[in-house]
Nanobody, 116 residues
């Protein structure tokens, strides 16, 4: 079955960096668009960054442009989100998403807390 396992979340001070990783299995990773979303309790999930199946195209939420970078390794079946110059408003649960054969799959989420 499809599995997405996130790692790399934690507590970081404002201005710091974190790198989230998502290990994928159970589907043809190189055929799936991969994304990172964030969610605050009580609110809808919102897109942080997206990368196409081949890695040639990316898209970012406006508030993350220039500070976050999404990347993927189609040999290792992983997708990463490098987050730099983090601000307290980035505090949230971050979810890995795979869009494969028109179905969305989600990981369990990883908490990111930006606080001094």
């Amino acid at each position: 079955q499809v599995q997405l396992v996130e790692s790399g979340g934690g507590l970081v001070q404002p201005g710091g960096s974190l790198r989230l990783s998502c290990a994928a299995s159970g589907f043809t990773f190189s055929s799936a668009a991969m994304s990172w979303y964030r969610q605050t309790p009580g609110k809808e999930r919102e897109l942080v960054a997206l990368i196409s199946s081949g890695g040639g195209s990316t898209k970012y939420a406006d508030s993350m442009k220039g500070r976050f970078t999404i990347s993927r390794d189609n040999f290792k079946n992983t997708v990463a989100l490098q987050m730099n110059n983090l601000k307290p408003e980035a505090t949230d649960v971050y979810y890995c998403n795979a869009l494969w054969r028109y179905i969305n799959y989600w990981g369990q989420g990883t908490q990111v807390t930006v606080s001094s």
